[in-house]
């Protein structure tokens, strides 16, 4: 996720992102590990879990995984899990590069990496990977 939405996520839920919480992931010392597509869902977790005044509640990690994305907290309860996995679900219907719910499908679009992603963002990350095999 770009900083400029991550740095929004932290101001405006400083109780469940910690930075010292987060280890270096893939996108660096970032807290969600995943594209800008996702936003919304997390902001709605973020939204809600914020509801359930809980103080020690924050997250441990959000990743993508297998095309859908995994937020870890440090709190579960029956409530909490519930949320997270409605998460996790909405997410295999939402493209994770720009948030669109038309016609996401969840695939490896013949890579090694599966993604939930619309056609029109399948179409560029195929066009992305002809070009790095040098095909184009």
């Not at 969600?32 to 809980?54: A, F, Y």
């Amino acid at each position: 996720m770009n900083d400029k939405l991550q740095d929004k996520l932290n101001k405006d839920f400083p109780t469940l992102f910690t930075k010292s919480d987060f280890k270096k992931g893939i996108y660096g010392t970032r807290h969600c590990e995943c594209d800008d597509g996702w936003h919304d869902i997390i902001r709605g977790v973020c939204e809600t879990l914020v509801k359930l005044n809980i103080p020690e509640l924050r997250f441990e990690q959000i990743k993508e995984k297998f095309g859908s994305i995994r937020m870890y907290v440090n709190i579960y309860s029956k409530v909490v899990e519930a949320i997270v996995d409605q998460a996790t679900i909405e997410s295999l219907k939402t493209c994770e590069y720009c948030g669109a719910k038309e016609g996401v499908e969840t695939n490896s679009g013949g890579t090694y990496w599966i993604r939930s992603l619309c056609p029109t963002c399948r179409g560029k990350e195929d066009e992305k990977r002809i070009e790095r095999m040098g095909r184009k």
